[in-house]
């Protein structure tokens, strides 16, 4: 079974500056994608941005970043110029890319939560 | 864009009660998923559905069960609710290749 885990339950970065959120999963699949989801307070899951296991190059997103080490079995998070938007929960998580009955399931990390200072 | 809806942002229960959580999707997607939130948790996948009919358990179904009887519904029931059930239930939707797309939680508390 795949875990995911987030050893940073918060986090707190100045408005305008740069923060990194950590994620390691363990999983023996090799192919498999990994993703970063944004919860604010309304509740709302929001991708923040995807990375798939095959691809060498780390996802960007505007301001969002991510530090791929597949060997390391470690997925950052790196948001770039912080905005007081940015606070929330964030959830990082891992999904198989094997088809089947139970395509899409996700794996959850615990969560950080990120508070943003003015 | 697709929409998921629970129907209900808040639900208070007595302990012992049946309690049906409700997940309505507007689009035609194969897999459902019922996840439970909890501090310090994350979330973690109680069932799921691939289709009508068809269901699996995740990874804590324990005094949880669910329906699909039509493809655009996915309803989660508590049998008998207890205290230790008292969560915030997200449902999820994800067509075959796509990105999955969440409802906005049912904050269930049982009493």
């Known amino acids: 079974a795949q875990t995911v885990t987030q050893s940073q339950p918060e986090m707190s970065v100045q408005e305008a500056e740069t923060v990194t959120l950590s994620c390691t999963y363990d999983?023996?699949?090799?192919?498999?994608?990994l993703f970063w989801y944004k919860q604010p307070p309304s509740r709302q899951m929001i991708l923040v941005i995807r990375?798939?296991?095959?691809?060498?190059q780390n996802a960007t997103e505007n301001r969002f970043s991510v530090n791929f080490q597949k060997a390391a079995k470690s997925f950052s998070l790196k948001i770039s110029d912080s905005q007081l938007g940015d606070a929330a929960m964030y959830f990082c998580?891992?999904?198989?890319?094997?088809?089947?009955?139970?395509?899409?399931?996700?794996?959850f990390g615990q969560g950080t939560i990120l508070t943003v200072h003015p | 864009d697709v929409k998921v809806t629970q129907s209900s942002r808040y639900l208070v229960k007595r302990t012992g009660e049946k309690v049906f959580l409700e997940c309505v999707q507007d689009?035609?997607?194969?897999?459902m998923f019922w996840y439970r939130q909890d501090p310090g948790l994350g979330l973690r996948l109680i069932y799921f559905?691939?289709?009508?009919?068809?269901?699996e358990k995740g990874d804590i179904p324990e005094g949880y069960s669910v329906s699909r009887e039509k493809k655009e519904r996915f309803s989660l029931i508590l049998e008998s609710a207890s205290t230790n059930q008292t969560s915030m239930y997200l449902c999820?939707?994800?067509?075959?290749?796509?990105?999955?797309?969440f409802g906005q939680g049912t904050r269930l508390t049982v009493v």
């Open positions: 998580a891992y999904r198989s890319a094997r088809s089947g009955t139970s395509y899409g399931k996700l794996t």
């Open positions: 999983t023996s699949e090799s192919d498999y994608y």
């Open positions: 990375q798939e296991a095959y691809k060498q």
């Open positions: 689009m035609d997607h194969e897999n």
């Open positions: 559905s691939y289709d009508v009919k068809m269901k």
């Open positions: 999820a939707t994800l067509l075959m290749g796509k990105k999955a797309f």
